[in-house]
T-cell receptor, first 114, second 119 residues
Framework: TQLLEQSPQFLSIQEGENLTVYCNSS?????LQWYRQEPGEGPVLLVT?????EVKKLKRLTFQFGDARKDSSLHITAAQPGDTGLYLC??????????????FGKGTKLSVIP | GAGVSQSPRYKVAKRGQDVALRCDPI?????LFWYQQALGQGPEFLTY????????KSGLPSDRFFAERPEGSVSTLKIQRTQQEDSAVYLC?????????????????FGAGSRLTVL
């Protein structure tokens, strides 16, 4: 069973601060995805990283995939109240059943206070 | 439709009742997934369909859980003799093979989920 550990579990910061969320595993993944989920909604895909060492930027969000493809981080610069939500990382592995199965972490619940 | 549609959004069942949850995927999406998300947890995989074929049902927690997608479009997740531990949000997601080939990974679009509460 592949496990993804996310830290911190909860994060409450002031608007304008920077933050980093971590996603760690002992397993190697073919790719890793980050999702954001708001209350009462399904997760929405933010980014997919595929190559070890890859860095992707999405406005104020920077995503990094570890060299060994076992871990990832999400860095948010100058957080805004609209960034509030549950951030989920998900590792993809081939399930052998014609599908790439996603294993999710438990998430980091971010609150950005105005 | 434009997105993945799930119904009902909320379901309250008495312990022992059967429930059926429906998922309408994005038109043309070949792959369909069901996930279970307990309160404060990340989604956990239940089952996967490619068209009408159920290729992976390794995540179904017991034989009380059954999923079908008879015509390769709409899917139904059925839970028989519900128990309190079945209380969760059930999420459906769909993806296209074209998106997977382009990105190297499944690009899942999730529905808003069906929240099941078993009393």
């Amino acid at each position: 069973t592949q496990l993804l550990e996310q830290s911190p579990q909860f994060l409450s910061i002031q608007e304008g601060e920077n933050l980093t969320v971590y996603c760690n595993s002992s397993s190697v993944f073919s790719s890793l995805q980050w999702y954001r989920q708001e209350p009462g909604e399904g997760p929405v895909l933010l980014v997919t990283v595929v190559t070890g060492g890859e860095v992707k930027k999405l406005k104020r969000l920077t995503f990094q995939f570890g060299d060994a493809r076992k871990d990832s981080s999400l860095h948010i610069t100058a957080a805004q109240p609209g960034d509030t939500g549950l951030y989920l990382c998900a590792g993809s592995t081939y399930s052998g059943a014609g599908s790439y199965q996603l294993t999710f972490g438990k998430g980091t619940k971010l609150s950005v206070i105005p | 439709g434009a997105g993945v549609s799930q119904s009902p959004r909320y379901k309250v069942a008495k312990r022992g009742q059967d429930v059926a949850l429906r998922c309408d995927p994005i038109s043309g999406h070949v792959s369909l997934f069901w996930y279970q998300q307990a309160l404060g947890q990340g989604p956990e995989f239940l089952t996967y369909f490619q068209n009408e074929a159920q290729l992976d049902k390794s995540g179904l927690p017991s034989d009380r859980f059954f999923a079908e997608r008879p015509e390769g479009s709409v899917s139904t997740l059925k839970i028989q003799r519900t128990q309190q531990e079945d209380s969760a949000v059930y999420l459906c997601a769909s993806s296209s093979l074209r998106d997977r080939r382009a990105s190297g990974a499944n690009v899942l679009t999730f529905g808003a989920g069906s929240r099941l509460t078993v009393l």
